[in-house]
């Protein structure tokens, strides 16, 4: 949750170039830390945790793009 807060869905959703920064690092990091943590299972884990970080961000803006739509469509 503290990645929700740190970037915003509003801004990400009018800032693409940040998410692609932000998605980059965190699979980054995921990759290195499922290594050094989990070296025998680093290719199950890292999906898995870069998957556990960008979910929130992800419902937050298909939620929003959701209203978006609806709000056009009225």
């Known amino acids: 949750m503290v990645l ?14 940040e998410m692609l920064i932000m ?11 499922a290594y050094f943590i989990f070296q025998t299972e680093a290719g ?12 929130p961000v992800i419902f937050r803006i298909f939620t929003i793009e959701e209203e978006m739509v ?3 469509t009225e």
Not at 4 to 17: C, G, V, W, Y
Not at 23 to 33: A, Q, R
Not at 44 to 55: E, F, K, N, Y
Request: hydrophobic share 50%; net charge neutral.
């Open 44 to 55: 199950i884990i890292a999906p898995l945790l870069i998957t556990a970080t960008m979910t």
């Open 23 to 33: 998605s980059f690092v965190i699979s980054f990091v995921s990759v290195f830390s």
């Open 4 to 17: 929700e807060s740190l970037f915003p869905a509003k801004e990400i959703i009018s800032k693409p170039r």
């Open 70 to 72: 609806r709000e056009e």
